[in-house]
Each structure stands twice: as C-alpha cells, then as structure tokens.
C-alpha cells in the first residue's frame, strides 16, 4: 500500500516563500511519478506541477512557472515544491499524488495515490 505524506505549508504574506515536501512510502522498487495539486475552497482539484521518475522532465501549470519549482528529493520517491512570490490566489490545499507509470499526467484522475492534503495560505 503506497501511502504519502506532506509536510510543510502554513501562513505566509504575498511575495514571501514557502515549502512543501512529501514522501511516498510503498515499494522499495518503484520510482513514482509524482505531482503537486491543489484545490481552494468551492474550486475542483487543480494540475500545479509534476516531476518524472528520473526528474528530467517538469512541467508546471502555466501562473506558477517561473515561481515555483518542483525537486526530488534525497529520499527515494520524495518530492519538494518551492514557492516564491507567492500570490494570495496560490492560496489552496495543496496535495502530493504519486503513479507509478513513467508517463507524466496533469489530470488528477491518473493518479492513483493521494496525500491528506496540507494548507498554503498567502495574505495580501
């Protein structure tokens, strides 16, 4: 059973930088395809950004390229998403998903592995 776990996220002003990590714990042998997404309140589950199992491939939707950069990290199937100058519609929970395909997907339904979620809130 493949299970993640996010940390970081929390409260920070406009322009400020935030953090959030997540690490998935599940086969010794595989390297997930791992994504961020994010969800504000009333809105649907939204594609932010995605790394490949080698980490030679990115891809970010579209208002955080430039912004924010999605890392694996020392772990085996960890992942790190930097966010800098943040904006007060970056506020959402954000959540790591995680696949096993070498395919990188954008849409949320082609993920089957899932964090809870952790929340980024940026004041004006």
Not at 15 to 27: E, I, R, Y
Not at 72 to 90: H, S, T, W, Y
Request: some cysteine; hydrophobic content about 35%; charged content about 15%.
């Amino acid at each position: 059973q493949v299970q993640l776990v996010e940390t970081g996220g929390g409260l920070v002003q406009a322009g400020d930088s935030l953090s959030v990590s997540c690490t998935a714990s599940g086969s010794t042998s595989t390297t997930y395809t791992m994504a961020w997404f994010r969800q504000a309140p009333g809105k649907e589950r939204d594609f932010v950004a995605a790394i490949g199992q080698s980490a030679d491939f990115t891809y970010y939707k579209d208002s955080v390229r430039g912004r924010f950069t999605i890392s694996r990290g020392n772990a085996k199937n960890a992942v790190i998403l930097q966010m800098n100058n943040l904006r007060p519609e970056d506020t959402a929970v954000y959540y790591c998903a995680a696949n096993d395909v070498a395919v990188i997907h954008r849409t949320a339904a082609a993920y089957p592995y899932w964090g809870k979620g952790t929340q980024v809130t940026v004041s004006s």
